[in-house]
């Protein structure tokens, strides 16, 4: 069963016959029964040439070595490449060391996969049912109680797990059938994980008044996973809608022309397409009621994780989370390199040019790279008047967050230049004079 069910999956998924699609089938191998079946089954069926088992060592118990050691042997007595990759389980984020320690085995798994490379996991239904069902008790909503999908876009390839439809007695069976050994977790018996709780505690009871209870979780999470996909298609469709002026933004004014609940839905998708951690309940609702509808020139900002949602005008704008930086700063530089400024404000870069730019001739020595603090002022090339540097943001529309981030360049204590907007007059390039163009990337 377990052999005939896998090489139905890789067909449907193009993975027998397309090797040129799928170079490479990365197999997550714990050293434990359900990813040891999995790799037997799949050497009878692709070629070893193909596969690419990674383990990893997360040196959070004293047999972590054993385990490695265990998964080398079994390699290469079924001769595939095997990669040890030992990783460091960070649980400063507050995750919980299984949350901790599943981040860094994926994270890890993102950068081994080219494109259409493939990772192939050993998930089975009864874990389904389990996930389901703990995705229930913290109250997700319809994308967490459609739990695991069979094959998912991962990284630069997919993630496919063939056993969804598998049970964990029929892979025991078939370990034992095999004569195959494998390794025991001792905290996949610990009670103190919620999920081991639920398969001792709490499924044995459920299957002893509904035997059959795994797989009806099971067309639960089917069920909901249709209805996901219902509500992506809405949701891509509504977003066509609502964009912003500036780029990758949404306008308050196209989604207050939605319901609350489908601006729930666009806000998911959106930030999802972003590759965003999507917010909680909590977070989304202040998002809504405290960014979308806010006055237009409050300096709203709902914050979680590494993610920032923030307002400016009619535009709603999501990012990475500003690292504080130091206004006063202020290095200098002799354009000969690169220059990384502080806080990931970016990369500066320069380049000599004839017409554009500050002129060469004026620039005697390092320039210096400083930030807004209040007060500055430039007269523009081809402008009237001396302008407010406060102002000339405001007519550039540049949102408020930003502008003192805007790397400034000053020669002989003068400001020279607003990177990325103009040169002041007195410093800037004619047509027919060498310059300097200084840009800022990252």
Request: aromatic residues 8%.
């Amino acid at each position: 069963m377990i052999k005939e069910t896998l090489g139905t999956f890789l067909k449907e998924v193009s993975l027998c016959d397309a090797v040129s699609l799928h170079p490479n089938i990365y197999v997550a191998y714990s050293g434990g029964v359900d990813s040891h079946v999995l790799l037997h089954a799949l050497v009878q069926l692709v070629s070893n040439k193909q596969l690419k088992v990674i383990h990893i060592h997360h040196g959070l118990f004293q047999q972590a070595d054993e385990w490695a050691a265990h998964c080398q042997k079994i390699c290469n007595k079924l001769k595939v490449d095997c990669e040890i990759v030992k990783v460091k389980v960070d649980c400063s984020s507050g995750d919980s060391i299984e949350e901790a320690a599943r981040n860094a085995r994926y994270q890890v798994f993102a950068k081994l996969l080219q494109d259409g490379d493939v990772l192939v996991c050993a998930h089975h239904v009864d874990d389904q049912a389990e996930t389901c069902l703990l995705q229930f008790l913290r109250g997700a909503g319809i994308k967490g109680l459609a739990a695991m999908p069979s094959v998912v876009r991962f990284a630069k390839g997919y993630l496919a797990r063939p056993f969804l439809s598998i049970s964990r007695q029929d892979i025991l069976t078939y370990a034992k059938q095999n004569k195959l050994s494998w390794v025991e977790d001792e905290s996949n018996h610990d009670l103190k994980f919620t999920r081991n709780f639920l398969r001792y505690k709490v499924m044995p009871l459920f299957k002893k008044r509904w035997p059959g209870i795994s797989k009806t979780i099971m067309r639960v999470s089917d069920h909901c996973a249709e209805a996901n996909q219902l509500l992506k298609e809405l949701a891509e469709q509504d977003l066509s809608l609502v964009h912003g002026k500036a780029s990758n933004t949404l306008s308050v004014q196209k989604l207050n022309n939605f319901s609350y609940v489908r601006q729930k839905n666009i806000l998911r998708e959106w930030l999802q397409n972003q590759g965003y951690l999507l917010p909680s309940t909590i977070k989304l609702k202040h998002i809504i009621g405290d960014v979308i509808n806010a006055r237009g020139d409050a300096k709203s900002c709902v914050s979680w994780s590494d993610v920032e949602v923030r307002r400016y005008q009619d535009d709603v704008y999501a990012m990475d989370a500003l690292v504080q930086h130091d206004v006063g700063t202020h290095i200098f530089w002799d354009c000969k390199k690169d220059l990384q400024l502080p806080a990931n404000m970016g990369l500066l870069s320069c380049k000599k040019v004839v017409g554009k730019g500050v002129r060469q001739d004026v620039i005697k020595e390092p320039l210096k790279v400083a930030f807004r603090q209040g007060g500055e002022a430039c007269r523009l090339l081809n402008r009237q008047g001396t302008h407010q540097l406060k102002k000339l943001f405001q007519e550039w529309q540049v949102p408020p967050w930003l502008r003192d981030r805007v790397p400034l360049i000053y020669i002989a204590d003068k400001l020279a230049m607003i990177v990325g907007f103009g040169v002041c007059e007195e410093f800037a390039a004619r047509e027919d004079e060498r310059g300097v163009i200084i840009w800022c990337r990252g």
